[in-house]
């Protein structure tokens, strides 16, 4: 305001022609400022993001290290849904077999097992954008609908039945969303169901993904936890300093 002051009290030879006002100097003398335009927001750095994971020693006994790939994927995950199937459902599995919930690449990843319940764990730390993830969350939110039951056919002709259903999660980062997928076999005689808690989260301008899943005892209480202490961790990490890469 004492700006645009200033400026009318300046008079103004009328036998001279005055320059036209540029869009700004309009804006400034009617008092409305304009903000430099943001800057593309900074990503963590390798470094952060490996020290944002989570670790076997943060769950305890029976966690460890993980020695490689469930067995289990391959029959339950890389499946092709029935005709007639919503594509949201072959999409959604295909996400999971490859570990790229919301879209590669990865910054940084970890893979705990459960030693007594035969459980794995896979924790990372992803590289898309705030308005992408928040597209791949809304789009979860739709699956519990969508893909609630639907049939499927592993490599080897194994059919099995999938069910998908909204997990509640704690109120960890900014938004989230999670799932507990089902997919059921029969296996001489008896039905074998693999259990998958899946969670989304975005803290700030970073994310992560994880899936906690087996054929045995999967307890979302687990899954609870990992979120909560990954989206402290990933904050806290966040506050230490970001650069651009």
């Known amino acids: 305001m004492l700006g645009a002051a200033a400026c009318s009290a300046i008079k103004v030879d009328p036998e001279r022609p005055t320059a036209p006002s540029s869009p700004a100097s309009v804006s400034s003398a009617a008092g409305v400022s304009r903000s430099p335009a943001p800057a593309t927001p900074p990503a963590l750095t390798a470094a952060q993001a490996q020290a944002a994971l ?3 020693t943060d769950l305890g006994e029976p966690w460890a290290p993980t020695q490689g790939a469930a067995a289990w994927r391959d029959a339950f995950l890389k499946v092709r849904v029935a005709r007639g199937t919503a594509p949201d459902c072959q999409r959604l599995l295909d996400a999971l077999y490859a570990d790229e919930l919301l879209g590669a690449p990865a910054r940084a990843v970890v893979g705990l097992d459960d030693t007594y319940h035969k459980a794995q764990l896979r924790y990372q ?3 898309q954008r705030p308005a992408a993830v928040d597209r791949t969350l809304r789009w979860l939110r739709t699956l519990p609908g969508r893909c609630a039951t639907f049939a499927a056919t592993s490599a080897n002709g194994t059919l099995q ?3 998908v259903a909204g997990a509640a999660l704690p109120e960890a980062g900014d938004a989230r969303q999670g799932l507990r997928v089902t997919s059921t076999i029969e296996y ?3 039905p074998v169901s ?7 989260v975005r803290v700030g301008q970073d994310a992560f993904t994880l899936t906690n899943g087996g054929l045995g ?6 899954t609870a936890a990992a979120v909560q202490l990954g989206a402290e961790r990933l904050a806290a990490v966040r506050k230490q300093g970001r650069v651009l890469v």
């Open 125 to 127: 730390v992803t590289a």
């Open 161 to 163: 039945q999938v069910e």
């Open 217 to 222: 005892d999967v307890y979302s209480e687990v």
């Open 194 to 200: 693999l259990t998958l808690d899946v969670a989304a």
């Open 188 to 190: 001489q005689g008896e």
């Open 54 to 56: 989570i670790t076997w």
